[in-house]
């Protein structure tokens, strides 16, 4: 599973999406084990601050071996420099 | 090819449908000009390029302060089925908010895929996309791929409106959400919707949700207290629930059963406390 947060931005007013790719093996030889994974957001200058959606995925039962560099690269429709950065954490359901 | 559910744990080759690299997105599926009226269906992929198992649906739409649902089809144009019909997905005045489901669901290789679209606003545009993923070799068949949709009300485009009850932290009466399941479960999913109503006090409810069988008076808790968070920024922002929806829970349910749903409340106002509840149940 995983998680995605704002890097503490709210500094922005526009919707924007994203594509994001999560990969396993050795640096510079990635493979994409689940491409394009969408997801929104919107950096509200309100008082409310941001909102991020959906802020997890679910539970996708993709077996990794133990000892995996597993590794996340994306693309975006806003490409303010802060604005578009954003966190992502992976959560491995162990066997 | 791997089936569905069970499926050993594991699946591969996730290939997505219906992203569009160059805006970051995925594929724009315009609502009728009607309200509350499906739009016509848009072609995902012509072609899907891996037996599939497991699929991840995506759907969301820009900040505009209304709720849409939305069907995936398989099929010819002209001749679509609905695999998943009605996904409830809201946005409200400030930021969209995505509706992902994933569960199994088996679709061969080759099948065209198709989506389209409602909502409580004419001529919205939703951007959807779906990731199929295969089963490991050792995986089983299982899941029909075919999900039934219990408790959508389409001429609202909204949920079964569930009411927690006027008394604070006690839960209220149940709501049907259907009398009978047409097919047995392998397992559910659900999702949320505020019944749009963006009046109410500023702040954030808490609410916990029953999910039961059984027949009416006797009906047996199968999940107990399903926790969400109901949140109100006030007429200039609107409001949002998280969390959205509810991944698949692997629970069957055998065709013929009565599922209903009760609530109870932090907060006692009358229309406040009140939100939308639609079912999704995976045909084993």
Same mark, same amino acid.
């Given at each position: +599973? #995983? ?33 394009? #994974? #969408? ?38 429709? #806003? ?9 992502? +954490?992976?959560?491995?359901?162990? +066997? | ?13 996730? %290939? ?25 269906? %848009? ?6 390029? $891996?037996?599939?198992?497991? $699929? ?7 900040? @505009? ?17 609905? $695999? ?26 080759? @099948? ?15 951007? &959807?996309?779906? @990731? ?35 008394? @604070? ?58 926790? &969400? ?11 949002? &629930?998280?969390?959205?929806? $509810? ?21 006692? %106002? ?15």
């Amino acid at each position: +599973m #995983l998680a995605f947060d704002l890097q503490g931005q709210d500094n922005a007013n526009a919707d924007y999406s994203a594509l994001i790719d999560i990969a396993t093996g050795a640096s510079g030889s990635e493979k994409v084990i689940y491409p394009n #994974l #969408l997801f929104t957001g919107n950096m509200a200058t309100g008082p409310w601050g941001v909102g991020f959606s959906p802020a997890f995925t679910e539970f996708i039962p993709i077996a990794i071996p133990s000892g995996t560099r597993i590794a996340i690269r994306a693309q975006s429709n #806003l490409n303010t420099a802060t604005v578009r950065v954003f966190g992502v +954490m992976v959560y491995g359901v162990r +066997m | 090819m791997a089936g569905g559910w069970p499926i050993g744990s594991e699946v591969c080759n996730g %290939t997505d449908q219906g992203s569009v690299t160059t805006t970051s997105n995925g594929t724009a599926v315009v609502t009728s000009s009607s309200t509350n009226t499906k739009g016509s269906w %848009t072609q995902l992929i012509a072609s899907s390029a $891996i037996d599939a198992c497991w $699929i991840v649906v995506t759907g969301g739409a820009a900040s @505009t302060a209304d709720t849409l649902a939305f069907d995936i089809g398989v099929g010819a144009s002209g001749s679509e089925i609905a $695999i998943i019909q009605n996904i409830i997905n809201f946005s409200n005045n400030s930021w969209p908010i995505d509706s992902r489901l994933a569960f199994p669901c088996q679709i061969a290789a080759g @099948t065209r895929i198709s989506a389209r679209a409602q909502a409580t606003v004419a001529s919205q545009t939703m951007n &959807i996309q779906v @990731t199929l993923f295969d089963g490991e070799w050792n995986a089983l068949e299982g899941a029909e791929g075919v999900v039934d949709t219990y408790g959508f009300v389409s001429s609202t485009t909204l949920g079964t409106a569930i009411d927690p009850g006027a008394t @604070t932290n006690t839960k209220g009466t149940y709501a049907q959400l259907t009398a009978s399941t047409t097919a047995d479960l392998l397992g559910f999913m659900l999702a949320f919707d505020f019944q749009n109503d963006n009046a109410g006090a500023v702040g954030q409810i808490t609410n916990l949700i029953d999910i039961s069988t059984g027949a009416s008076g006797s009906e047996i808790v199968l999940v107990p207290n399903i926790v &969400i968070n109901y949140m109100n920024y006030g007429s200039a922002d609107g409001c949002a &629930i998280y969390p959205t929806h $509810i991944p698949f829970i692997p629970c069957p349910i055998p065709a013929g059963t009565r599922i209903a749903a009760r609530a109870q409340s932090s907060n006692a %106002t009358a229309t406040t406390r009140v939100f939308g509840l639609t079912f999704y149940g995976v045909r084993a």
